[in-house]
């Protein structure tokens, strides 16, 4: 298959700071991007699904702030997740 990911949700947290949250899945690849729909990203905190132990951590290759609103993800092929997204 491919990687995936879903948006489920996006609000505005204060002002002009938004965050943005959903769902990724690496399936039979080891990573991929979650284009989060914001300008800039500050902080991106993922987390692991499923009823099988991870092999190893799923990690954004960034250094935040992020000056556009891609995240790269490295993961363990097959592993699932969640994602959020915080910033403008």
Known sequence: MAWSYTIENETILHGNIKIVFGTWNADSVTGGDISTGLSRVD???LGHTGS???????ATNETFPLASGDVT???TSGDTGTFIAIGQ
């Open 43 to 45: 902080v991106c905190l």
């Open 52 to 58: 099988a132990t991870e092999a190893a951590v799923a």
């Open 73 to 75: 993800v490295i993961a």
